[in-house]
């Protein structure tokens, strides 16, 4: 009797813990290589030919096709550069200068990744296009009512993310990202 | 009491057993993959465009609304694959994908130096066996050696403005990803 509750027991931790954290890997896996900057994240490695399992899992799941090394580079933002979960509620402003690239889009999307209905119809800014400060600089505000300048719009959701995909970029290995600047995404306020 | 931790402690390996093959068998059963979901554009072996992103109808997550992307399922098994396409002066990529979803290539306007993209994806054995017999066109195409069977070609052409629009189409309908070496 106490041979069959061992080995029930051990079968039930083996089955819970098991397929739980291979759940929970893959579900926000991501687990490896990622570079942060302020509050961007980017996986050089995650969707080439290196990629670990997990993010091979992640792929298989999501239906994304990743950046190469030869086409550019995705960031994505979660959370302001507080560290406070971005919001549809919120009002921020993207502010600051990008790393070198021919080309850079910025695009705001749901949390699962998929876009976002508005009045506008426009879900992002590219670099061409964008009012710029003097000093070559720029900000966008991203907020779900009307702004003035440069107004990525947003609907009223809970998390948002954003992200900017820097196209024929130089920056491909680790050492590349030391001392690079990102924009800084501040939260003006809230309602 | 010892025995149960020791039938603990094998409980634990063999949920780290249980944790590698799931990790690994899930892109076996995902039947949502990149791949997969590629075949609602059309047939393989020919390109097919996707239609730009826009919020409540996205053929794919996370594409890029700036971009024009086409698709094209290829498989190697009857020999090399190649992929031609007179493209705008402006930014454009291509990317070969495994069947995984993984981005084993890709290149840019700028690298390929090029608007007439000629690329041809072969696996290693292929190109030993052609090497014996080169063809011509072996000369112009950028030849990419994968050990893949088979794969996907994505084409994201960039898209400045409405007034881009129609040639970026009129570049993407001149790819072409049926012909071989």
Known sequence: MRLLFDIALAILVATTIGFSTAWLAVEHGRLFGAVNIGTWTAWPEAGGPNSDPYSVALLARSGEVPLGAGEGLAFIAVTDSDGEPLSGNCVYIVNGQTPAARLWT????????????????????????????????????????????????????????????????????????VNIDMPRIDKVQCR | MKRTILFLIGGLLLAGIIHIAVVFMVPYYADRDAWAQMRQFGPDDQFHILPLPQAGSEPLRSLDPWMLHAVCRFSLQDGAVRITAALPDDFWSIAIFDRRG????????????????????????????????????????????????????????????????????????????????
């Open chain 2, 102 to 181: 993984r981005n084993m290539y890709s290149l840019n306007d700028r690298s390929a130096e090029r608007t007439r993209l000629d690329l041809a994806v072969i696996t290693p054995v292929q190109m030993a066996q052609l090497r014996q017999d080169p063809p011509p066109s072996l000369e112009t195409a950028i030849v990419i050696e994968l050990p893949i069977d088979e794969g996907f070609a994505l084409l994201r052409v960039f898209v400045a403005d409405e007034t881009k629009f129609q040639a970026a189409i009129r570049a993407v309908e001149s790819a072409d990803c049926g012909g071989t070496l």
């Open chain 1, 106 to 177: 910025l695009t705001a999307y749901d949390a699962e990744g998929r876009l976002m209905v508005n009045p506008a119809h426009r879900s992002g800014f590219q670099s061409r296009e964008i009012l710029r400060h003097p000093d070559g600089s720029f900000s966008i505000s991203v907020s779900p009512d009307v702004a003035t300048g440069n107004w990525l719009p947003t609907a009223r959701l809970e998390n948002l993310q954003l992200v900017l995909r820097l196209y024929d970029t130089p920056l491909t290995t680790a050492t590349d990202f």
